[in-house]
C-alpha cells in the first residue's frame, strides 16, 4: 500500500499515520519529496483494509499495490491455467467449447429438437433457461424444474452436458441435482448470498459479468465462489452498458485478453446477449475466438420468432451451422481447435 500524504502534512500527522499502520504489524518506509511525501507500507495489505486511511488528517490519497483478489489471480495456479470439467468436456484446454441451446426452456419438444441440432453441428454443451430473470415481472419466467427435467432429458439423447441459470441461493442444490454448470447471470453477479452457496457445491460455475462491473469486480465474484472451495469457476463477457441504443450492451473485447493475462480461470464469451442481434453474433465470435475466448455461449432456436424470450438475437439451426462452419478458421489461427 502506497499512501501519500496531503500537501503541508506536520510531523504530528505523518508520526500518527505510521503508528497507525505499524500499529497492524506493518512496516513504512517514509519518502520526502519535492512536492509530495510518500508513505509506503511494507507487509500484509489486507490488514490495513479495514481501516479507514483516508479520514485520518494528513492522508491525501491511497493506493493499493497488491491485488484485492487473490485465489483467481493468475499466479495462484501453479500453471497459470486451470481446466474445468462439465461433464466429459474441458474449458480450457486447447478445444474452444461452444455452448449453444435456447434462452428459455420453452418445451419438450422445442428442446430436443434444439438438443440434436447443436449437437449434429459441434456444440460441446447445451443451454437453457428454466429459472429465467426478466427484466419485467410480467415476462415469461421459466418451467421451473420441469425445465431442468426437460435439460437433463435432452441430455441424456445427445450426450451433451448442460448449463443453467440459478437465480436464488435456495435452488441451487436443487438446480445443481439436474445439471453439469450452473450458470450465474449478469444480474446476480453481486448477489453474495447465491455465489456464497454455489460456491459450497462441487458443480462448476459460468459467471457471468454484470452488466455494469468492472473486471475488478468480476474477479471478486468468482473469489466469493472459490473461497468456500469451489475452484471451478468460467468467466463470461457478455456485454456492458455503455451510452448508445443500437446495440444491447457494448461488448468488450478487451475484457478477454485481459481476464486472459490476469487470471488462471477459463474464459468465454456470450456474443448473443453482446449484440442482441441475430446478425452480430458471428462477427463477435470470430472477434472472441480471435482474442484468445476459451469458448462461446450462443442462444439458437428453432424459431427465434415465437421465441418466449431472446428471439431477435437468437440464431436459426442454419445460422448456428453457418457460425461453427466459419468460426473453425478463427479457433484455427488462434491456435485452438473446435
Ligand atoms: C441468458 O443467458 O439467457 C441470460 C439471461 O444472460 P445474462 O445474464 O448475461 O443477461
Ligand atoms: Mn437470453
Known amino acids: 500500500m502506497i499512501i501519500v500524504a496531503s500537501k503541508g502534512i506536520t510531523t504530528d500527522q505523518l508520526d500518527r499515520i505510521r503508528e497507525r499502520v505499524e500499529a497492524l504489524g506493518l512496516r513504512t518506509h517514509v519518502s520526502i519529496g519535492e512536492s509530495r511525501t510518500i508513505i509506503g ?21 491511497v493506493h493499493p499495490v497488491m491485488r484485492p483478489y487473490k485465489l483467481a489471480a493468475r499466479d495462484f495456479a501453479a500453471d497459470r491455467t486451470t481446466r474445468v470439467s462439465v461433464g466429459d468436456r474441458l474449458f480450457g484446454g486447447r478445444a474452444c467449447l461452444v455452448a449453444a441451446g435456447p434462452c428459455s426452456v420453452e418445451g419438450a419438444a422445442m428442446m430436443a429438437e434444439t438438443g440434436r441440432a447443436v449437437a449434429g453441428e459441434g456444440a460441446a454443451l447445451l443451454r437453457g433457461g428454466a429459472f429465467k430473470p426478466r427484466t419485467s415481472p410480467y415476462s415469461f419466467d421459466g418451467l421451473k424444474e420441469d425445465g431442468l427435467r426437460i435439460l437433463t432429458e435432452v ?90 441504443g443500437e446495440t444491447r450492451n457494448t461488448f468488450d473485447l478487451a475484457a478477454i485478453p485481459w481476464l486472459k493475462m490476469e487470471t488462471h480461470l477459463p474464459v468465454i464469451a456470450d456474443p448473443s446477449h453482446a449484440g442482441g442481434r441475430r446478425d452480430l453474433v458471428a462477427p463477435l465470435s470470430f472477434a472472441a475466438v480471435a482474442a484468445g475466448a476459451d469458448g ?28 461453427m462452419r466459419d468460426l473453425g478458421v478463427f479457433a484455427e489461427a488462434a491456435g485452438r481447435t473446435l
Open 41 to 61: 507500507c511494507i507487509g500484509d495489505e489486507a490488514r490495513l483494509s479495514h481501516v479507514p486511511l483516508l479520514s485520518i488528517p494528513g492522508v491525501d490519497s
Open 155 to 244: 441430455r441424456e439423447e445427445t450426450g451433451l452436458p448442460v448449463v443453467t441459470e440459478v437465480l436464488d441461493p435456495r435452488h441451487a442444490e436443487l438446480v445443481a441435482g439436474y445439471v453439469d454448470m450452473l450458470q450465474i447471470g449478469t444480474r446476480n453477479m453481486q448477489n453474495f448470498p447465491l455465489l456464497r452457496e454455489v460456491g459450497q457445491l462441487q458443480r462448476p460455475v459460468l459467471l457471468k459479468r454484470g452488466m455494469s462491473a468492472t473486471l475488478k469486480d468480476l474477479l471478486l465474484a468468482a473469489e466469493y465462489v472459490m473461497s468456500r472451495g469451489n475452484m471451478q469457476v468460467v468467466l463470461c463477457e457478455r456485454g456492458i452498458r455503455t451510452f448508445g
Open 296 to 323: 462461446l455461449i450462443v442462444e439458437v432456436h428453432p424459431d427465434p420468432e415465437s421465441a418466449l424470450s431472446d428471439g431477435d438475437q437468437s440464431l436459426t439451426f442454419d445460422g448456428f451451422a453457418a457460425l
